[in-house]
């Protein structure tokens, strides 16, 4: 088997199945080949060496084969969970440490009297103990790595698609041409215009990971008074429906949730239609939770839409909703003949 052909991890494993990859066993192998020798030292230097030599081959053995049979395995492994695929590796792992154990005490008991005389069971327990416990730590290791690699690629993705929407050419020409178009008629309001332009820009450049439900309402209210100004009043109508005393405004929530779905709501529900339309907007405390409701009209069939984009939007929202809440959270959707209707819950945390 050609193990660097496979080109793919496995679930939250790293890569395994390249020549860099088996390097990087190797180079593990021989630090905890040498971590046990220094750690059971010999009293002779030569013992000390001999030791070393032995642990280390111990040790390749162990994890190359480990490597080897994951890589064979891999595409059956793929379609596993997450316990599942930590029991499988944990499994191959111990199995190939017994086997070793069980070659190192053949091996002892030749080189001593030339038969096998003995059997050393709490060595082999002992390893394959010592096994369990490496490779559970490792699989939670890399468990974590991969949940916060995707955490932070998605939160990167969103602002990225928010930046990038941003700079529609229409959206910019529009918003500008209408901000120009106000400074004759009223400065005031052309200057608050200009100012939620800035403030939407620099919300999608904002580094952090949580930001308070207040500040994501604030953007989002910028965002529809600016499209607003484009559409105007006749054409994009909004009903709120949330109740401000009893909202947790201070509650830490990834940035960008709410903003997204009135943007599509916008672009695939109010803007294909002549008239345009409303869009409903429900936030609500619910105790342990906040659901959120975002809804739009759903144009007349034979009207130009942007269905594709707005499936890669609700995809993204899906697994940026995952990689923050786990199970805790889920996204809805619902489509009828009249209306576009996406609701998710959150943990209030």
């Known amino acids: 088997?050609?193990?660097?052909?496979?080109?793919?991890?496995?679930?939250?494993?790293?890569e395994l199945c390249t020549p860099q990859a088996i390097l990087r066993v190797m180079v593990g192998a021989e630090v905890l080949a040498l971590v046990h020798a220094l750690t059971s030292a010999s009293a002779t230097y030569g013992a000390s060496i001999i030791k070393l030599g032995l642990t280390s081959l111990f040790m390749q053995w162990v994890l190359l084969s480990s490597t080897f049979v994951v890589c064979l395995l891999a595409k059956r492994l793929r379609d596993l969970d997450v316990t599942r695929l930590s029991i499988a590796v944990s499994v191959i792992v111990v199995s190939f440490t017994i086997g070793a154990s069980i070659l190192t005490i053949m091996a002892d008991s030749y080189q001593k009297v030339g038969v096998l005389h003995y059997w050393d069971t709490p060595f082999i327990l002992r390893n394959a103990f010592v096994a369990m416990v490496l490779v559970l730590m490792a699989l939670h290791y890399f468990y974590i790595q991969k949940e916060r690699t995707e955490f932070v690629q998605a939160d990167s993705g969103a602002k990225y698609d928010a930046l990038q929407s941003r700079m529609r050419p229409h959206f910019l020409f529009n918003s500008l041409n209408t901000i120009a178009q106000l400074i004759h008629v009223d400065q005031n309001k052309a200057e608050d215009a200009l100012?939620?332009?800035a403030d939407i820009f620099r919300s999608t450049l904002d580094t952090r990971n949580r930001i308070s439900l207040g500040e994501e309402l604030d953007v989002t209210l910028r965002y529809l008074r600016m499209e607003g100004l484009r559409l105007g009043k006749r054409r994009l109508n909004i009903v709120w429906d949330m109740d401000r005393k009893t909202l947790p405004f201070n509650m830490e929530i990834p940035p960008l949730l709410l903003q997204p779905l009135v943007e599509n709501a916008i672009y695939h529900g109010i803007q294909p239609c002549k008239d345009g339309g409303t869009i409903g907007i429900s936030l609500y405390d619910a105790g342990k939770t906040l659901d959120i409701v975002v809804s739009n009209p759903v144009p007349p069939a034979g009207t130009t839409g942007h269905s594709k984009g707005n499936h890669i939007a609700q995809e993204n929202l899906k697994n940026r909703l995952r990689l923050a809440y786990g199970d805790r959270a889920n996204l809805k959707i619902t489509k009828t003949e009249h209306q576009y209707r996406v609701s998710f819950s959150i943990p209030k945390e």
């Open 1 to 14: 088997m050609n193990i660097a052909s496979t080109g793919k991890s496995i679930a939250f494993l790293p």
């Open 195 to 197: 100012l939620d332009l």
